[in-house]
């Protein structure tokens, strides 16, 4: 959960938001070098007199050709790395379906025989203590600690994107189109999330909660809405 004054990302809870925070922190590095490399030859320019230089116009030239190549590189090979690691999907341990309503989730768990739900805002005047406003439900989604789990995303109206920081995850719910991804979370908790996409008056007003819990409490909840 964000802080009111935090500058930076929120804990990662997942393998691919610590990987995005890494490249975060490593093209920043590189903006650094870049930025400070244009300043000192301002600073240069501006003390120093003019005078014609001696390096030939050719060396000048492969020199600013090799130096912005090596720099995309730098960024773009790690970024690549990740996208194919987002892409990733083996043998996921549970499927969980997510479609989007104006303006609340619904949510199924397709590996149990009847396991669903719909998920709307808790109101204001109905908010228990330690609740967060405009980000609390009523029905949270469960999963459970380091299990491979794959959510499949559409809609029912408008467009929607189901988005949750700690977890590098956001993908659009597109109505009649099915799109995928996959997460782990790498400790329990409870990690918010919003629409991230502008979906009608109440779009402010369909957060996402997920719960991650050890292995044998989702078996005792998931066997208690079964049963």
């Known amino acids: 959960m964000a802080n009111p004054s935090q500058l930076g990302f ?14 975060h922190d490593h093209a920043l590095m590189v903006a650094l070098m870049i930025c400070s490399l244009v300043l000192y030859l301002l600073t240069l320019m501006l003390k120093e ?10 060396e000048i030239e492969l ?3 090799i130096l912005p190549a ?3 590189i730098l960024l773009a090979l790690p ?4 996208l194919y690691m987002m892409d990733e999907l083996d043998e996921p341990d549970l499927t969980l379906k997510a479609i ?3 303006w609340y989730w619904s949510y199924e768990y397709t590996d149990f025989k009847d396991l669903s739900f719909d998920s709307y805002m808790t109101p204001t005047t109905d908010l228990l203590p330690g609740h ?5 439900v009523d029905h949270r989604v469960i999963i459970p600690m380091e299990s491979p789990i794959r959510i499949i995303i559409t809609a029912d109206d408008v467009l929607h994107s189901w988005t949750v920081p700690t977890l ?6 597109i109505p009649g189109r099915l799109n995928q991804t996959s997460f782990i979370t790498t400790r329990p908790g409870i990690f918010y999330g919003q629409c991230s996409e502008i979906c009608g008056a109440n779009h402010s007003f369909m957060p996402i909660v997920v719960e991650s819990t050890p292995l044998g409490h989702f078996e005792a909840w998931s066997s208690l809405l079964t049963s």
């Open 168 to 173: 590098g995850v956001k993908t659009d719910a």
């Open 100 to 102: 989007g309503h104006q």
């Open 132 to 136: 967060f406003r405009l980000l609390e």
């Open 70 to 72: 090596i720099v995309l």
């Open 49 to 58: 007199k003019l005078s014609s230089t001696a390096v030939d116009a050719q």
């Open 10 to 23: 929120q804990d990662a809870s997942s393998p691919i938001m610590e990987e995005l925070i890494e490249f």
């Open 79 to 82: 970024s690549l790395q990740i």
């Open 63 to 65: 020199i600013w050709t």
